[in-house]
């Protein structure tokens, strides 16, 4: 059997999809050269695996149960707009987050560690919590960049009640994020 593309991640409330969306459809005149993420793919990635061997899913799903225990329901804020890198030539657009709980960093760690150990890399980049809109994939309309940071989103606040580890794929030509263990949080 292949190997599967797979990560960790938080999946968003669909109020929060909804609202992200309108911000990407504000943004349609001139946003030639990007890609935008589906709404319904939104997403908060906490650990991307990669290619996960066959043989080694059941030890990575272990991992996953076993660091995301006990883990209690959080909230999460919608900030603003930016973009990857910060500087120059944006590559990626995405939407922060505000006062992202220290939950959020210790999960991302500990998964970080948790497979390490099976051969999975740690970028060594620092977690920084967000949301990817959209990916430029050719030169942009030359208004884009100051109608995005036009867009002001509403700081919404949104509860936070289950962690999915999915496997990425494409089904009948169209990108699909198909989870493979979902765990409800759970308050003590």
Excluded at 80 to 96: N, S
Excluded at 119 to 146: N, Q, Y
Aim: hydrophobic residues 35%; aromatic residues 12%.
């Amino acid at each position: 059997m292949a190997d599967k593309r797979t990560f960790i991640a938080i999946p968003l409330p669909d109020s929060v999809k909804e609202h992200l969306k309108r911000a990407q459809t504000l943004l349609e005149p001139v946003s030639e050269g990007i890609k935008w993420t589906d709404p319904e793919l939104l997403h908060i990635t906490l650990k991307f695996l990669g290619d996960t061997p066959d043989w080694l899913m059941d030890k990575v799903r272990d991992e996953f149960k076993r660091i995301i225990e006990g883990v209690e329901p959080f909230q999460l804020q919608l900030s603003e707009l930016g973009q990857f890198p910060k500087e120059g030539d944006p590559r990626i657009l995405w939407a922060g987050l505000q006062r992202s709980p220290r939950e959020v960093y210790r999960l991302s760690d500990e998964l970080n560690t948790g497979y390490l150990g099976m051969g999975f890399d740690d970028t060594g980049k620092r977690f920084s919590p967000h949301i990817t809109l959209g990916r430029i994939k050719h030169k942009i309309h030359e208004d884009f960049l100051t109608s995005y940071y036009d867009i002001k989103l509403k700081p919404e606040i949104f509860q936070i009640d289950r962690i999915i580890w999915y496997e990425s794929c494409y089904r009948q030509g169209k990108l699909t994020y198909l989870p493979l263990e979902e765990y409800i949080l759970k308050s003590k």
